[in-house]
T-cell receptor, first 111, second 115 residues
Framework: NAGVTQTPKFRILKIGQSMTLQCTQDMNHNYMYWYRQDPGMGLKLIYYSVGAGITDKGEVPNGYNVSRSTTEDFPLRLELAAPSQTSVYFC??????????FGEGSRLTVL | AQKITQTQPGMFVQEKEAVTLDCTYDTSDPSYGLFWYKQPSSGEMIFLIYQGSYDQQNATEGRYSLNFQKARKSANLVISASQLGDSAMYFCAMREGRYGNKLVFGAGTILRVKS
């Protein structure tokens, strides 16, 4: 029972580098999400997808890109990493309505 | 505009006592869902309880209950018989619309249970 799987769990980037956070779910959920959580704060929605081929911006999309080529996968791309992107990133999925199922989080540090 | 407001940054409760964590929300959509999540120090997000806007009764799940006051737009979480393991960050969240595609979170409340 894998649920939502995120990789990597930890990563350190230098300013200006790029990387992709991977997210896979095996529950056949239509909806998938990327959130970021800064220290001591709530979760901010970066991007979400309501199905394969469909993505939309959330509250804080600048500096990120996503794609949804399959139901299972929803990778988050960071281009030109900046210190402000140091955060914990959570991927989540849900059925059409209802609770979100979260991955374990990916801790990213940009130095 | 702030959709979800949690006004208590931190709370203390004595073990075995009940505690209420406040949450108010703002929406003009008659159909919405309210959620509470727990985030322990290990970092994972744990779903606790859900309340739909059309639900007639307050939701309950074990020691968790949701005090839903629709007219006041509040959805407070009540934890009965607090345990040391309840120490965590608690988030209130809302999904608007019958098939709302976004879950918006509040800033959270840190709960510390004292022995």
């Amino acid at each position: 029972n894998a649920g939502v799987t995120q990789t990597p769990k930890f990563r350190i980037l230098k300013i200006g580098q790029s990387m992709t956070l991977q997210c896979t779910q095996d529950m056949n959920h239509n909806y998938m999400y990327w959130y970021r959580q800064d220290p001591g704060m709530g979760l901010k929605l970066i991007y979400y997808s309501v199905g394969a081929g469909i993505t939309d911006k959330g509250e804080v999309p600048n500096g990120y890109n996503v794609s949804r080529s399959t139901t299972e996968d929803f990778p988050l791309r960071l281009e030109l990493a900046a210190p402000s992107q140091t955060s914990v990133y959570f991927c989540a999925s849900s059925p059409t309505a209802g609770e979100l199922f979260f991955g374990e989080g990916s801790r990213l540090t940009v130095l | 505009a702030q959709k979800i407001t949690q006004t208590q940054p931190g709370m203390f409760v004595q073990e075995k006592e009940a505690v209420t964590l406040d949450c108010t929300y703002d929406t003009s959509d008659p159909s919405y869902g309210l959620f509470w999540y727990k985030q322990p120090s290990s970092g994972e997000m744990i779903f606790l309880i859900y309340q739909g806007s059309y639900d007639q009764q307050n939701a309950t799940e074990g020691r968790y209950s949701l005090n839903f006051q629709k007219a006041r737009k509040s959805a407070n979480l009540v934890i009965s018989a607090s345990q040391l393991g309840d120490s965590a960050m608690y988030f209130c969240a809302m999904r608007e619309g019958r098939y709302g595609n976004k879950l918006v979170f509040g800033a959270g409340t840190i709960l510390r249970v004292k022995s």
